[in-house]
């Protein structure tokens, strides 16, 4: 969902949409992040190498999650 979707002018479009009200925005490198995190979480997928692109890869803080999930990666970095 965009960011603008979340500023205040778009509240009543949300609220006619159903979007919950807890939702936050997050960006692609943090919603892939929370994916792998759950995936890793349930042990049913095991792997060891991630690869991403550059806009994944500029994602400091992409890279540092997947390392404390004990995997190693390989990005494109700009």
């Known amino acids: 969902m ?3 979707w979340f500023s205040d ?3 009543t479009k949300r609220q006619a949409c159903g979007v919950p009200e807890d939702l ?5 490198p943090e919603l ?3 994916l792998l995190q759950k995936t890793v979480a ?5 792997f060891q190498w991630v690869a991403a ?4 890869g500029d994602a400091f803080t992409f890279r540092d999650g997947v390392a404390a999930l004990g995997k ?3 990005t494109e970095i700009y």
Do not use: E, I, M
């Not at 936050?24 to 692609?28: E, P, V």
């Not at 349930?42 to 095991?46: A, P, S, V």
């Not at 692109?53 to 994944?56: F, H, I, K, M, R």
């Open 42 to 46: 349930r042990g049913t997928l095991l």
């Open 32 to 34: 892939g992040l929370a």
């Open 72 to 74: 190693w990666y390989f």
């Open 53 to 56: 692109d550059a806009l994944y």
């Open 2 to 4: 965009p960011a603008v």
């Open 24 to 28: 936050a925005f997050q960006t692609k």
């Open 9 to 11: 002018a778009y509240a």
